[in-house]
């Protein structure tokens, strides 16, 4: 079993910042890769941002520029600093892990997800 915590999350004015957090605990031998995804209401989920253990990254082009993900190692913690906040980055944000368990076992996981509102 993988938990995935997510923080960070709220209310924010256009052209803001903020920082999602997201740790992963349990029975991990080695997390490959880690992602954020969001959703709006009424939308699909989307892939926001991704970066592999070897800290190659990969981001949606309409974030490009404004959202930096991160990852401590150490920590198996992920991160999104999120800046020049805009309303329609408004959604719910769900961090997920690719990771190979104790077991040897390779399966993904899902955060809880965590509310971000972009309005003045």
């Known amino acids: 079993q993988v938990q995935l915590v997510e923080s960070g999350g709220g209310l924010v004015q256009p052209g803001g910042s903020l920082r999602l957090s997201c740790a992963a605990s349990g029975s991990i031998f080695s997390i490959n890769a880690m992602a954020w995804y969001r959703q709006a209401p009424g939308k699909q989920r989307e892939l926001v941002a991704v970066i592999t253990s070897g800290g190659t990254t990969n981001y949606a082009d309409s974030v490009k520029g404004r959202l930096t993900i991160s990852m401590d190692n150490a920590k198996n913690t992920v991160y999104l600093h999120m800046n020049s906040l805009k309303p329609e980055d408004t959604a719910v944000y769900y961090c997920?892990?690719?990771?190979?368990?104790?077991?040897?076992?390779?399966?993904?996981?899902w955060g809880q997800g965590t509310q971000v509102t972009v309005s003045s």
């Open positions: 997920n892990a690719a990771v190979t368990a104790t077991s040897r076992a390779s399966f993904t996981s």
